[in-house]
């Protein structure tokens, strides 16, 4: 496998992690998918952005943060809320004392390994 499959399979997705509130009520909701489309707002890396419309007078919604950096914080893409409690991750961690073992790297360089971590 050559590296540029590597960052294509690593930073893609099919589907994003939302909760039940940015998904809206419809069950048939069409999304709009940009590969590469925008900068994770935690990582800075590149992901697949979605874009969608909950409902028909709500505005349009888009996925603000990487999909490896939502599965390892366990929040929405979009709002960035706990997906278990529907909280601020913020009020989540000081909650659950967990805030010092959960935080990105400062650097770039261990940014990018911590997130080739989680992406495994």
Known sequence: MSDDDDEGRA???DFPIVCEDCL???PYVRMQKEPFGGE???SGRPYTVFRWRPGNDARYKKTVVCKEIA???NVCQVCLLDL???IPVAARD???ARAA???VPSSS???DYAVEEISK
Do not use: W
């Open 94 to 96: 000081a909650a659950l």
């Open 40 to 42: 994770c707002a935690i």
């Open 71 to 73: 599965q390892a914080k």
């Open 24 to 26: 809206g009520p419809n």
């Open 101 to 103: 073992n959960e935080s």
């Open 109 to 111: 360089v261990n940014r």
């Open 84 to 86: 278990d409690y529907g």
């Open 11 to 13: 930073t893609a997705a």
